[in-house]
């Protein structure tokens, strides 16, 4: 039996469902470089503005534009998407981790939430996806303190 508190499974439930996908400055730089176009036409042909945020747009399949039979632009993902299934609610309510494993069948529930907390906090801080600016970081993400 594996003892990660995560382990992806390429299912894709989670790269459907539109504006889930927030797009910081920090992931506009990172996804036009990795598409090799410019920030505005990033802006232009994939993301949509709701409540003062961008968010990447779905196709008519209701998946992320950016899913093909897995992530399309893996290397130039944004941080919600590397962060996920680290969600700060998944961290700090056992109740939301236990939920997650009917949508995300890549969360262990043999390690129970203590070790998932303690392996999400770790990878988040090494992958640098702590919250970083209460501004515009998305509010998924865990705060660092
Ligand atoms: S829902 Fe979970 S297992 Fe499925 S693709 Fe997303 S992270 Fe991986
Ligand atoms: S950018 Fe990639 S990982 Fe993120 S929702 Fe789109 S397809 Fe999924």
Redesign the pocket.
């Known amino acids: 039996m594996s003892d990660a508190a995560f382990t992806c499974k390429m299912c894709g439930h989670?790269?459907q469902g539109e504006g889930g996908?927030i797009m910081t400055a920090k992931d506009r730089k990172r996804l036009a470089a990795h598409l090799e176009i410019s920030e505005d036409e990033l802006i232009e042909r994939y993301t949509r503005e709701s409540s003062g945020k961008l968010h990447?747009t779905c196709g008519d399949d209701g998946?992320?534009?950016?899913?093909a039979e897995g992530?399309?632009?893996?290397p130039g993902?944004?941080d919600v998407?590397r962060a996920w299934p680290f969600f700060r609610g998944n961290l700090v309510d056992e109740t939301s981790w236990e939920m997650i494993q009917e949508y995300c069948p890549g969360v262990n529930p043999e390690v129970g939430h203590a070790e998932f907390v303690r392996q999400g906090k770790r990878y988040l801080r090494e992958e640098d996806l702590l919250r970083y600016d209460p501004d515009t970081s998305p509010n998924a993400l865990l705060s660092d303190d």
């Open positions: 989670c790269c996908i990447l998946y992320c534009v950016f899913y992530c399309g632009v893996h993902r944004p998407c």
